[in-house]
Nanobody, 128 residues
Framework: QVQLVESGGGLVQAGGSLRLSCAASGLSFSDYAMAWFRQAPGKEREFVAAISRSGGSTDYADSVKGRFTASRDNAKNTVSLQVNSLKPEDTAVYYC?????????????????????WGQGTQVTVSS
C-alpha cells in the first residue's frame, strides 16, 4: 500500500520560512518523480514544484521561483520543500505527489492528473 505523508506545515508570519516534508512508503521511491501542489480555499489545485528521480533537476511555478526549493533523499524515501519569504498568498494545503517514470533525470509534469499517488496534505497559513 503506497503512502505519502506530508508534515511541516503551520502558521507563520509573512516573510517567514517552513520546511515541508513528505515521507513515502510502499513504493520503490527512486523510481518516481515527485512534485508538490497546493490548493487554497475556493481555488483549484495548482503546481508548485517538481523534482526528478535523481533530484538533480527541478521545476518551479513562477509564483514561487527563487523562494521555494525542492529536494529529495532517495535513501530515506523523502522529498522536501523549503519555503522561504512566505507571502499570505502562499496560504494553502500543500500536497506531495508521485509519478512513475523510467527516466532518471526527467522532471515530472506540471499536470496533476499525471500523478498517481497523493498525500493527504499539510496546511500552510501565512499571516500578514
Amino acid at each position: 500500500q503506497v503512502q505519502l505523508v506530508e508534515s511541516g506545515g503551520g502558521l507563520v508570519q509573512a516573510g517567514g520560512s517552513l520546511r515541508l516534508s513528505c515521507a513515502a512508503s510502499g513504493l520503490s521511491f527512486s523510481d518516481y518523480a515527485m512534485a508538490w501542489f497546493r490548493q487554497a480555499p475556493g481555488k483549484e489545485r495548482e503546481f508548485v514544484a517538481a523534482i526528478s528521480r535523481s533530484g538533480g533537476s527541478t521545476d518551479y511555478a513562477d509564483s514561487v521561483k527563487g523562494r521555494f526549493t525542492a529536494s529529495r533523499d532517495n535513501a530515506k524515501n523523502t522529498v522536501s520543500l523549503q519555503v522561504n519569504s512566505l507571502k499570505p498568498e502562499d496560504t494553502a494545503v500543500y500536497y506531495c505527489a508521485a509519478t512513475l517514470t523510467s527516466r532518471w533525470g526527467t522532471i515530472g509534469s506540471r499536470r496533476s492528473d499525471e500523478y498517481g499517488y497523493w498525500g493527504q496534505g499539510t496546511q500552510v497559513t501565512v499571516s500578514s
